[in-house]
């Protein structure tokens, strides 16, 4: 039996609604869905790669190890091109962001009214299972990133390196506040961007997909396989974005001048 809607306003509130602990709107509230897929889909990449590392062989590797390991010598060397400090956390880092970020993405492309229908059947208001399309997910794990930018900024340069950062460049002593301004500015502006440029992208990507599935069904067919094939491209594209970036920005931030 199909969920019924008053109009197409309701189709796409409850399809882009969030299960909310707390009152909505408030900065306290826990959005649910996004909490319960991250924290599954993460497990899931932990499983995979666990269970490849196991089963690793140096003879006739199987389909698994193959795969993981493309992924890995992928991932590998995006950080020796962009990086250029020595660290044992990029990589896996990198690694991490990319399939994570890749998975939270991915499930977008499953049958679009699937999950809103179960959730309604079992009692639950609204259910979404795209966590990059809430700004919340991509800010914690920008704001993530900004901290380990901080934190090695001054690990590497010492505390009196990274305040002459802040407050000498571009400009020189003369304009200290200015030049605290403009890095201020700049330093914020990574998380920012990093967050809003995959929240942009997945959040149009499922307006799209709600439009498309209020079009006849044949329409729906039409347009929704070649928007399916385009936004596969768009989903890997943006993990892999965010994942440049961050190696990029931590090789700014290991550069000592």
Known sequence: MAV??????????????HLTLG?????????????????????????????????VTSGVPGGLQ?????LVGFVDQQVKDSFHGRSKLIAPLALTLFVWIFLMNIVKLLPYDLFPYVA???????????PTSDVNATLGMSIAVFFLIIF???YIKGAGGFS???FLKPFGVWFLPFNFVLKVVEEIAKPVSLALRLFGNMYAGG???TLIALLPWWIQWTLGLPWSLFKLLIITLQAFIFMVLTIVYLS???EDH
């Open 152 to 154: 090695y900024s001054v």
């Open 120 to 130: 309604h059947f079992i009692g639950l208001e609204y259910l979404r299972i795209n």
């Open 207 to 209: 307006l799209i997909f």
């Open 23 to 55: 009152e909505k709107g408030s900065f306290w509230s826990i959005h649910v869905d996004t909490m319960f897929f991250s924290i599954l889909l993460g497990s899931i990449f932990l499983f995979i790669f666990i269970s490849a590392a196991r089963r």
């Open 164 to 166: 002459k950062e802040m």
């Open 4 to 17: 019924e809607y008053e109009n197409a306003s309701e189709y796409i509130k409850h399809h882009l609604g």
């Open 66 to 70: 193959n795969f993981v390991e493309i």
């Open 252 to 254: 700014m931030a290991h």
